[in-house]
């Protein structure tokens, strides 16, 4: 039997771990964290459902929910509620049009079209697809493995883990951030793969806020806000409704905000809760907060992007079977990054 090892447990290497697995190879998933599901966390307390990364995808885009279905989780999609979103411009919160949220925060979205359709999530958050994706992969996921180093066998590749061990295979699938990914292929001389080092993270910083529905005297319509470059402020970008976007996110009688903040914004929480007292007329301290900082969030690409990655993906072409995929690699967004994970299983699947 084939052997291939995923690097990276992430959204993109558990799709592609899942894609081997179907198709009977030994698989071996190495995650470096704690956990699986990478910038995936969604936690529950108390009746809210709390998300520290993505909270849906696009339902124009079908990757997610056809990977559903094959894990028998489909029951769990749950449809966008409302819809549209506005703008502060210091005085008050004007209508914008669809998809105009997403340019005034420098988001690459995709077309138009695709946006009408809206957003999709799962009834228990994000996390229900990371859950169900482990589930089935079971003990082929190693957390707490990180991969040092990855260096050519006579028929594949050994990878050396932290520890002292390794682990020859016969494929690799990196699902790795791109800098980790540039590293990886820099060891085995595939010097183009430096280029990957020039795609940029950039922070994110949200915290979640719950209240009791009475504290809020503004009539809340939409998805939320995004707050113009000229309105004065301390540091508020954007805020999600998270309770009124999906259905079950808070109990009955309360309200759970998502606020984003600029990465210094000193006090995160404190911040937070006055620029919404503020903007929404809020009146109390909110009943609970939880903060969540990624150093290295969102991906941007420099020009040609796309032509050196397959650039890079023919000179893998020529070796053992060896597949990069991720957000860093691909496009972001969680349905892209399904959509490059399994694209990577295969293409090592048809290379074994």
């Known amino acids: 039997m084939s052997r291939v090892a995923v690097i990276g447990a992430g959204l993109t290497g558990l799709a592609a771990g899942w894609e081997l697995v179907r198709a009977g190879v030994e698989t071996f998933v190495l995650e470096s964290e704690q956990r699986a599901g990478g910038v995936i ?3 529950r307390r108390d009746g809210y ?4 990364g993505p909270d849906g995808f696009l339902a124009a885009e079908m990757d997610l929910p056809e990977l559903a279905a094959e894990l028998g989780i489909e029951h769990k999609l749950v449809s966008q509620l409302a819809k549209g979103s506005s703008l502060w411009t210091g005085v008050c919160l004007d209508p914008l049009e669809e998809g105009r949220a997403a340019t005034l925060l420098g988001i690459q979205e995709p077309l138009q079209e695709d946006l009408s359709k809206g957003f999709k999530s799962f009834a228990g958050g994000m996390a229900d697809l990371v859950e169900a994706l482990a589930e089935r992969l079971g003990s082929r ?3 707490a493995t990180s991969v040092a180093g990855l260096s050519r066998t006579s028929r594949g590749y050994r990878l050396s883990l932290a520890g002292g061990n390794t682990l020859e295979v016969d494929g690799v ?3 790795v951030p791109a800098w980790v990914t540039a590293h990886l292929l820099a060891e085995l001389g595939v010097s183009a793969a430096r280029e990957l080092e020039d795609v940029l993270y950039y922070p994110s910083l949200t915290v979640s806020l719950a209240y009791r529905a009475e504290q809020v005297t503004t009539e809340l319509t939409g998805t939320g806000f995004v707050v113009s470059s000229t309105a004065e402020g301390l540091g508020l970008r954007a805020c999600t409704y998270a309770s009124l ?12 905000f998502r606020a984003f903040l600029a990465p210094a914004s000193d006090d995160p929480p404190t911040v937070a809760h006055a ?3 503020r903007i929404l007329g809020i009146n109390g301290a909110p009943l609970w907060h939880r903060v969540f900082h990624w150093v290295r969030g969102l991906p941007r690409y420099r020009p040609q992007h796309a032509a050196r990655v397959a650039e890079i993906r023919e000179r893998l072409s020529r070796m053992a079977p060896l597949a990069i995929s991720g957000a860093g690699i691909d496009r972001a967004g969680v349905s892209a990054c399904v959509r490059s994970g399994r694209a990577a299983g295969r293409i090592v699947l048809e290379r074994l």
């Open 275 to 277: 620029e919404l007292a």
């Open 173 to 175: 699938v990196a699902a």
């Open 141 to 143: 996921v190693a957390l």
């Open 49 to 52: 459902i709390v998300e520290g």
């Open 41 to 43: 966390v969604t936690e």
């Open 245 to 256: 976007k999906y259905p079950g996110r808070s109990p009955k009688g309360h309200l759970l």
